[in-house]
């Protein structure tokens, strides 16, 4: 695991910009750091090893030397590749680096190549004969790809933050990304909050040449469902999460741990693994145990037999570090998760340099709550759809309660009323806070959705609400965050449910095998009673559950976020007088509106770490 840097070096750099720029994302990679540089690019390595750890340094290169490589990732199939290659008659000089199958397997099979891989990735090929490049993108994106142009260079890497020492670089903020956050919370698009700066999309691959970028996409998730019972696809779902586990654990020459909630996913993934060491985390609250873990935890890991090591995050703590963790996320992520992750990802790195986690059950089996909702009829469903919406469209105008919201949303499509798992403000609530000119310039959440439902136009409800959620919610949220706060730390995570057999074989399992009235993700619950307990295999779903609200109605955390909203930053994009409601409305009781405190609150300090 490790992160790279890159420019095509118009400014004919001698290689002192790219060491800087190299030394920004040193916690990508502190064990080592490799260049190379000619009259054409500059490509910069930090790496964090994991693999072959005497003879994996980067950039890498083929054996004549035309091709070189900076790779990201671990690819989980590559002794199968390299043996494919060796009969092919490459010569490999290195005894098992994943990133020497790379560039072998470019030179044998070209831009296909992306689809032999299994792994997590981020990786460009630069081509000394005719300067060109080709990249990718795993999958689902659990390793982060970022590009811009400069004129006629191209700038890329793992980072945002390594591209602001460019001296070509002109750092301005995306007002456009800013209205899409507060509908999501993360920036849900190929741009970024940085204008002309760009994600490469999962599950795409890019080819360069002559200042002219090529992208296509490789992979698209294809839910086409097969018959069989509940039992049948448990059993598939158990050998073959085992099976993913195995693969995620054995590709590594250091010791793996393993992150451990009280839910079902972490546990299973611990359990699978026979990990030594689990990690977790909990938080100090006035509620009591309402938001820490470490107890369920704790009790699970001696059923299985493993040491469990643990930490209670203060409320000190987690608003102190907050601003260091939106400056590691490059962009804003207002889910309040991401700092716990950020302090378990801390704690493990002191023990070891790899661990797993349970990042993508949920969205490939389906585990949240709300995938339930298009299946729960009621009395007023039977109203025809028509009355529905004229009662939808009156109800949009009413106070936003609880009650109301039920009404409003009955009376929508799912593409009208689901754009993912978080919906923080409304279209009418966000075009209140926002300055008008902000407001008036940026399209509907929906507009963002619609060409990830017109690709599954044919499916049930529920398959389609998995699908916008591996596409965009995935990418923007758990996985940023996933990646993020474990570099921050010099820590690799793995994630087994998001593996490509693991998706073959959950994009087969009927829609009764994964969602029902009573319970989610069905096939995954059953497998791992196999071996779980069965309080643990039929746990809701918590995360990172935050005490946010709580905080939110305390002096001392009030005056902090009110000291926010009346920033020069805040007057710039925002109605101050609409935030300050927000907050009081809070603070009285009124209303639970600290998400939406939060997400506001999360940009402020985002950009104060980087514009201000």
């Not at 993360?186 to 490469?200: A, R, W």
């Not at 107890?295 to 001696?302: G, M, R």
């Not at 790195?349 to 349970?358: F, I, L, R, T």
């Not at 300055?435 to 017109?454: G, H, N, T």
Request: aromatic letters at 12%; charged letters at 25%.
């Amino acid at each position: 695991m490790c992160g790279f840097v890159g420019f095509t070096n118009s400014i004919k750099d001698d290689g002192s910009l790219l060491t800087s720029m190299m030394d920004k994302i040193v916690h990508r990679g502190p064990d080592s750091s490799g260049s190379y540089v000619d009259e054409n690019i500059a490509l910069g390595f930090r790496r964090l090893s994991i693999v072959d750890l005497a003879d994996g340094d980067q950039p890498m290169f083929n054996e004549d030397g035309n091709l070189v490589i900076v790779f990201n990732g671990e690819i989980y199939n590559h002794v199968d590749l390299r043996r494919e290659l060796e009969d092919a008659g490459h010569i490999f000089r290195t005894s098992h680096s994943d990133t020497e199958t790379l560039i072998h397997g470019f030179e044998e099979w070209g831009e296909s190549m992306v689809q032999r891989l299994r792994g997590m990735f981020a990786f460009v090929i630069y081509n000394k004969a005719d300067g060109s490049l080709f990249g990718a993108r795993d999958m689902f994106g659990i390793k982060p790809f970022y590009y811009t142009f400069i004129g006629d260079d191209f700038l890329f890497g793992s980072e945002i933050k390594s591209f602001l020492l460019h001296p070509d670089f002109n750092k301005q903020l995306n007002e456009d990304a800013l209205a899409h956050y507060l509908s999501f919370q993360y920036s849900p698009t190929e741009e970024t909050f940085f204008k002309n700066v760009f994600k490469l999309p999962p599950a795409h691959s890019f080819s360069l040449k002559n200042g002219k970028m090529n992208k296509t996409r490789y992979f698209r998730p294809d839910f086409n469902a097969e018959d069989g019972a509940l039992e049948y696809y448990s059993d598939l779902v158990d050998a073959q999460v085992r099976e993913s586990v195995s693969v995620h654990k054995l590709s590594a020459d250091v010791e793996v741990g393993s992150f451990l909630s009280s839910g079902i996913d972490s546990s299973y993934i611990a359990e699978a693994a026979n990990v030594d060491k689990t990690f977790t985390v909990g938080f100090e609250s006035p509620d009591g145990d309402r938001y820490n873990e470490i107890h369920y935890a704790k009790k699970f890991a001696d059923t299985i037999g493993v040491e469990n090591i643990s930490k209670v995050i203060t409320p000190e703590e987690y608003w102190e570090t907050f601003p260091k963790i939106q400056y590691f996320m490059d962009e804003p992520l207002a889910d309040p998760a991401a700092i716990a992750l950020y302090f378990v990802s801390k704690l493990a790195s002191e023990y070891v340099k790899v661990v797993m986690s349970g990042e993508g059950a949920d969205e490939l089996f389906g585990g949240y709550r709300i995938y339930q909702e298009p299946l729960t009829l009621t009395a007023y469903d039977k109203l025809p759809f028509a009355l529905r919406r004229v009662i939808s469209k009156i109800c949009e105008h009413l106070p936003q309660k609880h009650g109301i919201n039920y009404l409003v949303r009955r009376g929508k499509t799912i593409e009208e009323r689901f754009i993912g798992n978080a919906n923080i403000f409304s279209l009418k609530e966000r075009n209140k806070i926002l300055k008008s000119e902000i407001a008036k310039k940026a399209v509907s959440p929906m507009v963002l959705c619609s060409k990830f439902y017109d690709e599954v136009k044919d499916k049930d409800t529920v398959t389609k609400m998995q699908y916008l959620d591996i596409n965009m919610w995935l990418m923007g949220d758990i996985l940023l965050k996933a990646d993020k706060t474990s570099m921050a730390n010099s820590l690799e995570l793995r994630v087994p449910f998001l593996d490509k057999k693991v998706m073959e074989l959950a994009q087969k399992i009927p829609l009764k095998c994964r969602v029902n009235t009573v319970t989610t993700k069905l096939a995954l619950r059953l497998a791992a009673e196999k071996t779980l307990p069965e309080l643990t295999a039929k746990k809701d779903k918590l995360g990172f559950p935050v005490p946010i609200r709580v905080w939110l109605k305390e002096d001392k955390y009030y005056e902090t976020v009110k000291t926010a909203f009346t920033s020069s930053a805040a007057e710039r994009y925002f109605d101050t007088k609409e935030l300050l409601k927000l907050l009081d409305v809070h603070r009285s009781g009124k209303a639970d509106v600290s998400r939406k405190i939060w997400t506001v609150y999360t940009f402020l300090v985002w950009h104060k770490e980087y514009f201000e």
